[in-house]
C-alpha cells in the first residue's frame, strides 16, 4: 500500500513538474529526479519513515524547480550558469578543437554519435553543435557542397599515415583540416602542428 502510494505521488509529481522536466535530463533535471526517487524510496521500504513527511519533500523540490525554472525563464545568465550553453564541435567540415577540448567527449562516442545519423566523413557536415541536454545537433552540407572531410566509420584512423604515397586530398586526424597533399608537401598541419594524416573521404550522405 505504502508504494501504491508513493508510485502516484511519483506520477503525480513529474506531472506537475510538466514536459520539459522529463523529457531531457539536464544536469539540473537529474538532481530534480533523483530527489523525487530519493524522497519517494525510503518510505516505500522503511515504515518508520511517513509518507507525509515524503509528501512535503516533494513540495519542496516542485517548488524550488518552479522557482528554478521561472529564474532560467526570466535571467539568461542564470541559466547559463545553472545548465551552460551549446558548444559548437564541428565547423566547416573540421573540428573545433578549442569547444572540443572543454568538453568530456572522446572521439569514439562522438563518431558513434554522428554514425548513427548517417555520416561518414566530416566533409558531409557544415556545423555540429552539442546542445545542454547532451544531444548533437548536426546541420549539413547540400549534397552539392559536400567536401573532402576526416573519414569516421570504424578502424578508419588506424589507416592513418606520415607520408603522401599518391596525390590527393588528405585530412589531419586530430583536427579534421584537409587539403590535397603530394610526396612534397608538409607533413605538419598548418592548423593544429599535428602530424598524422589519412585519405579523405568526399562521397554523399545515405539517407
Keep these: 500500500m505504502r508504494t501504491a502510494i ?3 505521488i511519483i506520477i503525480f509529481g513529474l506531472r506537475v513538474l510538466g514536459k520539459r522536466g522529463v523529457k531531457q535530463l539536464s544536469i539540473f533535471e537529474l538532481v530534480v529526479i533523483v530527489g523525487l526517487g530519493s524522497a ?11 509518507i507525509f513527511s515524503s509528501i512535503i519533500v516533494f513540495c519542496v523540490i516542485i517548488a524550488a524547480y518552479s522557482l528554478l525554472t521561472y529564474l532560467l525563464a526570466k535571467f539568461k545568465k542564470f541559466e547559463i550558469i545553472l545548465e551552460g550553453k ?3 564541435l564541428i565547423s566547416n567540415g573540421e573540428f573545433a578543437i578549442e569547444n572540443f577540448k572543454k568538453e568530456n567527449l572522446g572521439n569514439d ?22 546542445e545542454t541536454s ?14 573532402y572531410g576526416l573519414p569516421i566509420m570504424i578502424d578508419s584512423l588506424k589507416k592513418s599515415t606520415r607520408t603522401f604515397e599518391i596525390e590527393a586530398f588528405y585530412s589531419c586526424t586530430f583536427c579534421g583540416f584537409t587539403e590535397k597533399k603530394s610526396a612534397e608537401s608538409s607533413k605538419v598541419c598548418s592548423k593544429c602542428s599535428h602530424s598524422m594524416w589519412i585519405l579523405s573521404k568526399n562521397n554523399l550522405r545515405i539517407t
Design 109 to 130: 562516442e562522438f563518431f558513434s554519435e554522428l554514425r548513427l545519423k548517417g555520416i561518414s566523413h566530416l566533409g558531409q557536415i557544415e556545423t555540429a553543435i552539442e
Design 6 to 8: 508513493m508510485f502516484l
Design 40 to 50: 519517494a524510496g525510503d518510505p516505500m521500504f522503511y515504515k518508520e519513515v511517513g
Design 134 to 147: 547532451g544531444d548533437i545537433s548536426v546541420f549539413y552540407f547540400d549534397d552539392k557542397d559536400v567536401k
Design 86 to 88: 551549446p558548444t559548437c
